[in-house]
């Protein structure tokens, strides 16, 4: 599964919305977006995931660039019960197995 | 939809206890399972996949004598740390992919809350 590179820490004010990266230059073709974070001490929460085209739901969306070496998860009006660590995955879909990177520990501040 | 609990959320116990988590889907069947460990300020590690019906995969270094898994049902996997020490204390955490009885390519994992495991 290809690797993907995320900034370690953001901020971001409460009620503005929350734009984070992902680099993932060496995806392949039939690999997903997958998006998921973890509040401190819980188990990790699934966002939102995509193939090509940018995707929308009730927590998040997900801009995947056109050439799909990068993506960025968007929580519109973000809260303090966002401040979590946002990973993003890319997995082929017929893999089962997640590996987890460091993700982007997202503070949400007042 | 696609919620996956597991039971206990927390656990204390001496040195040389076996301990036994479970990790049921809810509403939905899950061939699959995962089940992660998770060091304080570390990230998610899988330790094994747990088909239902059969013998659970295990990563590299994991081992299967000491965390014994079964996977007796569709919606049931269970972890059993045997003999635990306190070197195995960690946040322990299942998954199960997706929704319904066909596992469609790209489903999402969904994730149970974790427990919590402190050897004495």
């Known amino acids: 599964d290809a690797k993907t590179t995320q900034p370690p820490s953001m901020d971001c004010a409460e009620g503005r919305a929350a734009n984070l990266p992902c680099n993932h230059s060496?995806?392949?073709?039939?690999?997903?977006v997958y998006w998921y974070r973890q509040i401190h001490s819980q188990g990790p929460q699934y966002i939102i995931h995509?193939?090509?085209?940018?995707e929308t739901n009730e927590m998040a969306s997900l801009i995947i660039t056109e050439d799909r070496k990068s993506s960025t998860l968007i929580l519109p009006h973000a809260t303090l019960r966002d401040t979590a660590v946002y990973y993003c995955?890319?997995?082929?879909?017929?893999?089962?197995?997640?590996?987890w990177g460091l993700g982007t520990s997202l503070a949400v501040n007042p | 939809g696609a919620v996956v609990s597991q039971h206990p959320s927390r656990v204390i116990c001496k040195s040389g206890t076996s301990v036994k988590i479970e990790c049921r889907s809810l509403?939905?069947?899950?061939?699959?399972m995962f089940w992660y460990r998770q060091f304080p300020k570390q990230s998610l590690m899988l330790m094994a996949t747990?088909?239902?019906?059969?013998?659970?995969?295990?990563e590299q270094g994991v081992e299967k004598d000491k965390f014994l898994i079964n996977h007796a049902s569709l919606t049931l996997s269970t972890l059993t740390v045997t003999s635990a020490h306190p070197e195995d204390s960690s946040f322990y955490i299942c998954?199960?992919?997706?929704?319904?009885?066909?596992?469609?390519?790209?489903?999402?994992?969904?994730f149970g809350d974790g427990t919590r495991l402190s050897i004495l």
């Open positions: 509403d939905f069947q899950a061939t699959t």
């Open positions: 060496t995806i392949s073709g039939n690999e997903y």
């Open positions: 747990s088909n239902e019906g059969s013998k659970a995969t295990y």
């Open positions: 995955i890319v997995k082929a879909g017929n893999n089962r197995k997640l590996i």
């Open positions: 998954s199960a992919r997706g929704g319904g009885t066909i596992s469609r390519e790209g489903q999402p994992q969904h």
């Open positions: 995509g193939l090509k085209n940018n």
